[in-house]
């Protein structure tokens, strides 16, 4: 057995007692990042690296991988992130992609991205439809510096405030907002270390219910969108019933359909805006 092939199998051990999900994935990742080369690439080497271990104890007490490597894959995407932003998940990847199919419908489509967070929803879509006006907007000033370098260069309006109050200009012209807001109610625990220890605490409580920011995006998506715009919100897998509910007490809103990720949890809802005239 390879130098590599026998820490890798100490790693993962210890990766494993620690609890943590993935531990033959995270013990290459950090093996290759350790290296400075893709994992697919890690084959080529007779050992991890003079790091490894220090990475390893680090993964063991439960900082997250990304914030080791200091990258997050999304979509296409490879993503800037650290202390101070919510590391993106892959279940946000298809809040993504129905953003998308909304957004090709519309001959010029303009979309907003409330609560941006490292800015993964608003360059996204970006970057996978070049033909659409993307802004987003954080209210954390840490979080916001996450998203100006990972939207650096790219064609994404970027503001720092609060999303309540952002985006008076566009008022009734937007055709998609789309928002992973925080939706954890504050006093739930938390199972996984990496979020109650690492993510940052706007990016998750949200109220004794845990809605008070999916209220606060119906009321701006339904200032910001035009008739017949939609809106997808992401939400906790235990939401599938309250924050649809949210969207349909309103009276402001036709369509209203709760969807499943790719696990089959209850993961997003999506609502068309009515005319102003029927609010």
Not at 219 to 236: C, D, I, W, Y
Request: charged share 20%; aromatic share 4%.
């Amino acid at each position: 057995m390879t130098a590599l092939r026998a820490a890798l199998a100490r790693a993962t051990e210890r990766l494993t007692v620690a609890g943590v999900p993935s531990p033959r994935v995270d013990a290459e990742e950090l093996a290759a990042h350790s290296l400075g080369v893709s994992r697919r690439d890690l084959w080529g080497h007779d050992d991890p690296g003079d790091e490894f271990d220090s990475y390893v104890g680090r993964r063991a007490a439960r900082e997250p991988l990304q914030h080791i490597t200091g990258q997050a894959h999304f979509r296409h995407l490879t993503l800037a992130v650290g202390p101070g932003v919510f590391v993106p998940r892959p279940e946000t990847e298809v809040v993504v992609e129905a953003a998308l199919v909304a957004a090709r419908s519309a001959p010029s489509p303009r979309v907003v991205d409330l609560g941006t967070g490292s800015g993964a929803i608003a360059l996204a879509v970006a970057t996978e439809l070049p033909r659409a006006t993307v802004h987003a907007v954080e209210a954390d000033p840490a979080a916001h510096a996450w998203a100006v370098r990972n939207c650096a260069g790219s064609s994404v309006d970027l503001r720092l405030g609060d999303m309540a109050a952002a985006f008076d200009d566009l008022d009734g012209t937007v055709d998609v907002v789309v928002s992973n807001p925080p939706y954890i109610p504050v006093g739930a625990s938390v199972r996984d270390p990496e979020v109650a220890q690492f993510d940052p605490s706007m990016a998750l409580w949200s109220g004794s219910d845990g809605l008070d920011a999916v209220r606060t995006v119906e009321q701006v998506a339904a200032r910001l969108l035009r008739p017949g715009g939609t809106v997808v919100v992401e939400h906790a897998d235990l939401q599938g019933v309250s924050a649809p509910a949210v969207f349909l007490s309103s009276g402001r809103w036709i369509d209203v359909v709760d969807h499943r990720d790719l696990a089959g949890r209850d993961r997003y809802l999506t609502a068309t805006r009515t005319p102003s005239s029927a609010q």
